[in-house]
């Protein structure tokens, strides 16, 4: 089991997570100044290193009575020889537990908060891993995405305020 040692985030930089996600190959297309407002605007943010190295990040929010774990990723090199498709830092096999306590850190902030429910969108191989952790499927719930360009073209038809 590697040394891990936890952080709450200011040990990190837009810069640092920009080259993380590079590594794992999240293609997260967000410019600097962008990662630094998510950063500053997470309920809690937590991160993992191995020997100084960026190898796991986890982020939540809150808003009082609903938290979301926004997101976990973990390098692939830490997830052990189970991880077969190492796609975008999502996790297939937390070997070592890094992903869990990352995650685990992120719940317990996020229901200090006052959180009553915690809601998250998992991704094929990530669903074990969420199970692992107590989620629970919830039927009928659909996971929807909307890119800002095409909210741009919404508001654009309809009127709709832009931000």
């Given at each position: 089991?590697?040394?891990?040692?936890?952080?709450?985030?200011?040990?990190?930089?837009?810069?640092?997570?920009?080259?993380?996600?590079?590594?794992?190959?999240?293609?997260i297309a967000?410019?600097?100044?962008?990662?630094?407002?998510?950063?500053?605007?997470?309920?809690?943010?937590?991160?993992?290193?191995?020997?100084?190295?960026?190898?796991?990040?986890?982020?939540?929010?809150?808003?009082?009575?609903?938290?979301?774990?926004?997101?976990?990723?973990?390098?692939?090199?830490?997830?052990?020889?189970?991880?077969?498709?190492?796609?975008?830092?999502?996790?297939?096999?937390?070997?070592?537990?890094?992903?869990?306590?990352m995650a685990?850190?992120?719940?317990?902030?996020?229901?200090?908060?006052?959180?009553?429910?915690?809601?998250?969108?998992?991704?094929?191989?990530?669903?074990?891993?969420?199970?692992?952790?107590?989620?629970?499927?919830?039927?009928?719930?659909?996971?929807?995405?909307?890119?800002?360009?095409?909210?741009?073209?919404?508001?654009?038809?309809?009127?709709s305020p832009?931000?």
């Amino acid at each position: 089991m590697p040394d891990v040692t936890y952080g709450t985030g200011a040990d990190t930089n837009a810069e640092e997570l920009t080259e993380f996600y590079q590594r794992v190959n999240h293609r997260i297309a967000a410019r600097p100044d962008q990662i630094e407002r998510m950063m500053a605007n997470c309920a809690v943010f937590v991160t993992a290193r191995v020997g100084g190295t960026l190898v796991g990040l986890a982020r939540g929010v809150c808003d009082g009575v609903r938290g979301y774990l926004t997101e976990c990723k973990l390098d692939p090199q830490y997830q052990g020889p189970a991880a077969v498709t190492r796609t975008d830092g999502r996790i297939e096999h937390d070997t070592a537990g890094i992903a869990a306590e990352m995650a685990r850190r992120v719940l317990a902030t996020v229901y200090g908060d006052g959180a009553e429910r915690v809601d998250v969108v998992a991704w094929g191989t990530e669903v074990d891993f969420l199970e692992e952790l107590g989620f629970k499927r919830q039927g009928g719930l659909v996971g929807m995405t909307m890119r800002a360009a095409d909210w741009s073209a919404v508001a654009q038809e309809d009127g709709s305020p832009k931000t």
